[in-house]
């Protein structure tokens, strides 16, 4: 059974930019959601993915935008970067339809805004 | 509102010991889940141990099991005979089940040290 995969690893942008994240979900899963964790701090809830439709959003601002793909493998994507969007990027697969819709998560990107 | 709060920013244990990690949690949500998370410093966040609100018994996994009391709405995460490679962040969080947004709401963390 092959986890969540995030690609890429570490990716260094200037302020202004845009950037895109992208994310596999654990075989099985139809569920994708987002989250920005800043250094020191815990995960922050971006988005959810279900059916390739959003379910759910934190309190972000519209420039965070996502899609959902027919393989449930997801993107983030962030236009006008600002410096505080330095964070790791976590995307955590789910099932809805088990008992607990745990969540499972993938390595992370972690993005820093020059 | 839903918030979780882990008072202790770091903890140590010494080999083989059993350590406790606070959880307190508050929301108006009568159904909800909550989940322990534990996150080296590679990044990827491991999925540790779940506690169904309505459950009657208290989750256990392994090593791990959850102290959960309802009434005073705390779920601390217990770690027995602990281990050199237990020495990670630890989450506590919490999803809300009246929603299907699946939003989980995290802690701010506490870090564990495992003294040899």
């Known amino acids: 059974e092959t986890g969540v995969t995030q690609s890429p690893t570490h990716l260094i942008k200037t302020r202004g930019q845009q950037v895109t994240l992208r994310c596999s979900s654990q075989s099985g899963h139809n569920t994708v959601s987002w989250y920005q964790q800043a250094l020191g701090q815990g995960p922050q809830f971006i988005f959810q993915?279900?059916?390739?439709?959003?379910?759910g959003r934190g309190n972000f601002p519209p420039r965070f935008s996502g899609l959902q793909f027919p393989n449930y493998s997801s993107e983030l994507n962030v236009n006008a970067l600002e410096l505080d969007d330095s964070a790791l990027y976590l995307c955590?697969?789910?099932?809805?339809?088990?008992?607990?819709?745990?969540?499972?998560f993938g390595p992370g990107t972690r993005l820093t805004v020059l | 509102a839903q918030k979780i709060t882990q008072t202790q920013p770091g903890m140590f244990v010494q080999e083989k010991e059993a350590v406790t990690l606070d959880c307190t949690y508050d929301?108006?949500?009568?159904?909800?889940?909550l989940f322990w998370y534990k996150q080296p410093s590679s990044g990827e966040m491991i999925f540790l141990i779940y506690q169904g609100s309505y459950d009657q018994q208290n989750a256990t996994e392994g090593r791990y099991s959850l102290n959960f009391q309802k009434a005073r709405k705390s779920a601390n995460l217990v770690i027995s005979a602990s281990q050199l490679g237990d020495s990670a962040m630890y989450f506590c969080a919490m999803r809300g089940l009246s929603s299907n947004t699946g939003k989980l709401i995290f802690g701010q963390g506490t870090t564990l040290q495992v003294k040899p």
């Open positions: 993915y279900y059916r390739e439709e959003e379910n």
């Open positions: 929301t108006s949500d009568p159904s909800y889940g």
């Open positions: 955590a697969s789910s099932d809805p339809g088990t008992s607990t819709d745990t969540q499972y």
